[in-house]
């Protein structure tokens, strides 16, 4: 991926920004910390995965707007692409993906926002974990890999090779080898249980004539009680009917009763009505003559009423009146205040710009320093800028010379490290082919033990099976045991029958049949005994076979890694017949590389035009420490210009507070007037005068109004007592016929009394001559129900028995089936069983990673000799030994992923390094991870960003790291490097600076 163009809108600390990459071979984004160099670098994940360090897709967008857009134009596999990203604060985004072509670029979006996601990782052939693991080195995280253990780096590297798919297909094989594995135990299961069933074919023949013959029997007398209880029933029935009836007659007579009390009752509540209203209608004249009186004086105090509204309204007349007198009071009070303290802090200005105005002729003089040094300042600018090309150039130079040093030296090493490691390797061919000997032979031990241990689990597979057989065996022996008890249990209750044929026994007999069911019971716990002293016996020979097998499993463990140990072995000796070759070729190779370097053969012109260049800096005379200097003066008499500022602004409110003084001593005498005429002269107060002589020709009297409403409250209740006359002389002719209506139902209510009595008389003679069967009845619905319920478990066992018949006819066709789906499953099972192995961490991934690591342990340290001048030196460990490896000489060797760094004094551990070093191990790692995640992921590293690799390093240490950047450049299209050091900017062909501004961050792009 080659970056083309970029374009920022409202992203992260950009609001506008846009830039060109084209032409950028090696370029340095710099600024200070936090200007957002980081964020330069973000957009371009996002823009292509959606991805970048914010916590929440919205926190992307700038602070204060609404929407972000990034547009991002690059070149991939020699086709130019753009990506346009944008996103609503709150809502969803939008991607759009083109591709250009003759006549512009044109869309090629996939089906929806992740359709389109894929399209663009498919066409890149990169994803987001594969490219800051590989191409984007990022800030703080270049120490990730170093800084895990050994067993969490094998794992990162896994994830980083993608191997995780290998291990879903494993677990797939080991889910798939249990499936057939379990399905093969049930399979056999079944088939012992098929054969079992055969064989109690004839008992089931047999137990379903008897159960059909007692069916038979219990029928007959089912039928026989149901008769009789028709019967018994029907008479019954018709003794209920001749109950109902009399309790029907009884409660009627009840209710005649209660009807009769209830009329009297209402009879003697009548005539205490009438005498009442009698009383009242004697009084009339009495209650005419109080409420007219009553009348009277409910006319005046509707007068009175009239008076004390009209009165009201001109109460609240004068109490709006002062109202709105006293709140313009207030108000004109409250201004006059405001406009004293706006004079007085007036005053006190002038007093302060008086104090200020004392410096004048201190800041005139400042100013003349000032634009002296401002002068000279600018005469050294103009040099400097003469001499920034002929630095920088300088710098170039040296950098390009020390490159190929660097380069030829590094290679010179390379080759060197490789013909040592050659020579070794011829040295171990011997050694090599006695321990692929060795390990052949262990191999060979280890086969036969795998036999022994099939054998081992077969006979585990039949101990479980006998004992699961004899478990079965034993809760059918009990559950016999458990009936053989109900049975003595039954045959010891007086008059017992037998529990066969449920015929009476005599003592005899029930002597004969207990003796015999003892008998019984005596067997079977004999038989349970036996069964659990084999069940004992099938255990503990088990616990054996599990310990075995255990041991066997423990013996095994190192089988796969021989294997695979072995086949290194062999793949190491056909490789040996190669090694000599390779060596005469370096051999030839380092001593054409060391004369080269003796003689100084390399980068004749650069030197020559470096001699040049020094000449002309000699003659223009530019003192870097004299300019720092003179900005120094420039800066220190800045504060003249400051000072002078404040001159100016302290003029410009002099004369505002001249114009503004007069209008506020004006203000406040008009204030005080007005505040005087409000409560004399003014309109509100001769309305409030008006009113207050309206009150008094009202003649209006509070008390004697309350004492006229007292009087009516008194004489108001012979208002009532005039209603209730009236209503009395209504109710009392109504009372009269109710009264005669009364007495009417009363006497026909008695007669009927006596003719429910009667009836109720026949009634009870005639159940008294009918017998009561309710007893005999429930007795006999009890022993048909119990013989119902007797019948329904005999049949369900007849059922029971001819379904087992059908299943033993229909599981001879199904043992034939397993049969052949045993020997189908066993193979399955042992496929997978191997795939899974094969696809496992020991399998395919361990050989990957093997493969892997001379790779990336070659093109790491190819990178350090660069960064280090050959002191440090990097390989890594895939096995060690484990604990007590020294008490045994074949000690089980533990997977893992070690990193050994030697330099001139020795091996040390990576956490003695110095923080310059540390980097510099670091980045050669995830440098060489780079290339390697690039090559595997189909795509060529074309873009190498590193963000903050300079401040842990020193003057030497960032020399090293530059040149090293500048010896793998041509490997590169473009390389950003991130920095907030000002003095590494020069190193670099381009710069493109970061300035953070109140208009967001902006680029400012300079060679």
Known sequence: MIPLHLTLKNFLSYQEASLDFRGLHTACVCGANGAGKSSLLEAITWAIWGESRAASEDDVIHTGAENVRVDFEFICNSQCYRIIRTRQRGKGGSLDFQIASSSGFKTINGKGLRGTQEAIISSLKLDYDTFINSAYLRQGRADEFMQRRPNERKQILADLLKLDQYEQLADRAKDLSKLYKGQLQQLEE????????????????????????????????????????????????????????????????????????????????????????QTLLAQEENINFNYQNFLKLQQEEEILSNKFKTYQQFQNQKQQLEQQILKQTNALKLELQKTKTRLEN?????????????????????????????????????????????????????????????????????????????????????????????????????????????????????????????????????????????????????????????????????????????????????????????????????????????????????????????????????????????????????????????????????????KSLEKDLEKLQYDEQTHALVRAEEKRWRWAEIKQAKLDEANRRQ?????????????????????????????????????????????????????????????????????????????????????????????????????????????????????????????LEQIIQERRQNLDQLLSKKGSFEQSLNQIESLQQEYQINRQQVKDYKKKCRVYKELAQAFGKNGIQALMIENILPQLEAETNQILTRLTGNQLHVQFLTQKSGKNSRQKANAKLIDTLDILIADARGTRAYETYSGGEAFRINFSIRLALAKLLAQRSGTSLQMLIVDEGFGTQDSEGCERLIAAINAIASEFACILTVTHMPQFKEAFQHRIEVRKTSQGSQLILSS
């Open 190 to 277: 079944s088939k012992k249980r098929l054969t079992e069933k055969l064989e109690e074919k004839e008992v089931i023949v047999t137990q379903k004539f008897t159960i059909e013959q007692e069916i038979e029997q219990g029928q007959k007398e089912q039928d026989r009680d149901r008769e009789r209880l028709q019967q018994l029933q029907t008479l019954q029935h018709q003794r209920q009917n001749w109950q109902q009836q009399l309790i029907w007659h009884q409660n009627q007579y009840k209710n005649g009763v209660q009807e009769s009390d209830r009329l009297k009752i209402e009879q003697a509540e009548i005539n205490h009505k009438l005498e009442e209203l």
């Open 655 to 779: 004369s505002k507070i001249n114009q503004e003084k007069p209008q506020i001593l004006e203000k406040i005498t008009s204030l005080e007037t007005e505040l005087e005429n409000l409560t004399k002269t003014s309109t509100l107060q001769q309305h409030l005068e008006a009113v207050e002589q309206n009150l008094v020709e009202l003649g209006y009297d509070p008390d004697e109004h309350q004492q006229l409403r007292l009087s009516l409250r008194q004489e108001q209740n012979w208002q009532l007592r005039h209603q209730q006359l009236q209503q009395a002389k209504q109710q009392y002719p109504n009372l009269k016929e109710k009264l005669n209506r009364v007495e009417q139902q009363l006497k026909i209510q008695q007669e009927n009394q006596g003719t429910i009595q009667q009836q109720i008389e026949q009634i009870a003679n005639q159940i008294e001559n009918l017998t009561d069967y309710q007893d005999v009845i429930q007795d």
């Open 346 to 610: 007036i005053q006190q200005q002038e007093q302060e710009i008086q104090h200020i105005l004392r410096n004048t002729a201190e800041v005139e003089a400042g100013l003349e320093k000032l634009q002296e040094s401002r002068q000279r300042l600018n005469e050294l600018d103009q040099l400097q800028h003469q001499v920034a090309p002929l630095l920088q150039r300088q710098n170039h130079l040296k950098a390009e010379i020390q490159t190929t040093q660097a380069r030829l030296m590094a290679k010179l090493e390379q080759l060197q490290e490789e013909e040592i490691k050659l020579s070794r390797e011829l040295d171990q061919v011997p050694a090599t082919r006695q321990e692929a000997m060795t390990v052949d032979t262990q191999i060979q031990d280890l086969e036969k033990k795998q036999i022994y241990q099939v054998r081992v689990k077969e006979k585990g597979t039949e101990r479980k099976t006998r004992k699961k057989q004899l478990e079965d065996s034993q809760i059918g022996f009990e559950k016999q045991l458990k009936e053989l008890a109900q049975k003595l249990d039954l045959l010891e209750i007086p008059e017992a029958t037998c529990p066969l044929c449920e015929q009476e026994l005599d003592d005899h007999h029930r002597h004969h049949v207990i003796a015999k069911t003892q008998t019984q019971q005596r067997e079977i716990q004999n038989q349970i005994w036996q069964i659990k002293e084999h069940i004992v016996i099938c255990e503990r020979e088990l616990q054996n076979l599990r310990s075995e097998y255990a041991q066997l499993k423990e013996e095994l463990t190192p089988y796969p890694s021989l294997q695979q140990y072995y086949g290194q072995l062999e793949a190491k000796l056909e490789a040996s017949g190669e090694l000599k070759v390779k060596l005469n070729q370096l051999r030839s190779e380092i001593s054409e590389l060391e004369e080269a370097l003796a003689q100084n053969y390399y980068e004749p012109q650069l030197q020559n035009e470096l």
